[in-house]
Each structure stands twice: as structure tokens, then as C-alpha cells.
């Protein structure tokens, strides 16, 4: 079992940065891929980022690559998303989600954060 808290998000102006933390609970953090996944309103939620649990390799959304990083640091059970220049259209609640196979579909991630609000403006 895995317990997902998210925190960082805010209210941000197009250009700034924000880092959003996932802070997990449970022993097999690091045998699980953790990803970040979005949804804006009125929208699905889409697939933003992945990390694997031992290399840390990583995988991207083509609209956040160069601009977001996905990080994870086993020893503090807790993953990072790293967020450049924002643009309004990231304005979306943000969420961690962790899965027992890398993966970039929702569907294959058992266990869900509850969310963090990241607003951007103009």
C-alpha cells in the first residue's frame, strides 16, 4: 500500500517556476514508477511525466519537454516535478501516481495522489 500527498501548487504568472513535491508513504517506494498526471476543467486527465524506480529514467509529454523535470529521491520517498516557464494552459490540477510497471497511461498506475492546484495567468 501507498499513500500519495501532493503539495507546491499555486497561483503563477506565464513565465515563472514552480516545484511540486509527492511525498509517499510505505516501504516499496522505490519499487514503484511514479508519473504526474494533469486534468484542466472540463478536460481528461493526461499523462505529464514518469520516473522509473532504479535507473530514474524518465519520459515526457511533448508539451511540458524542456520546460518540466521529474525527479525522485528514494531515501525521502518523495518525487518532484520541476515546472519552467508555465503558460496559462498548465493551469490544472496536478497529481502523483505511482505503478508497479512504467507506464504513461493512467489506468496502469494503482495508487493516486489527491491533487494540487497550479493556476497560471497571463
Known amino acids: 500500500q501507498v499513500q500519495l500527498v501532493e503539495s507546491g501548487g499555486g497561483l503563477v504568472q506565464a513565465g515563472d517556476s514552480l516545484r511540486l513535491s509527492c511525498a509517499a508513504s510505505?516501504?516499496?517506494?522505490?519499487?514503484?514508477?511514479m508519473g504526474w498526471f494533469r486534468q484542466a476543467p472540463g478536460k481528461e486527465r493526461e499523462f505529464v511525466a514518469r520516473?522509473?524506480?532504479?535507473?530514474?529514467?524518465?519520459y515526457y509529454a511533448d508539451f511540458v519537454k524542456g520546460r518540466f523535470t521529474i525527479s525522485r529521491d528514494n531515501a525521502k520517498n518523495t518525487v518532484y516535478l520541476q515546472m519552467n516557464s508555465l503558460k496559462p494552459e498548465d493551469t490544472a490540477v496536478y497529481y502523483c501516481?505511482?505503478?508497479?510497471?512504467?507506464?504513461?497511461?493512467?489506468?496502469?498506475?494503482?495508487?493516486w495522489g489527491q491533487g494540487t492546484q497550479v493556476t497560471g495567468s497571463d
Open positions: 501516481a505511482a505503478a508497479q510497471i512504467i507506464s504513461s497511461i493512467s489506468g496502469d498506475y494503482n495508487y
Open positions: 510505505g516501504r516499496t517506494f522505490s519499487s514503484y514508477a
Open positions: 520516473i522509473s524506480w532504479s535507473t530514474f529514467s524518465t
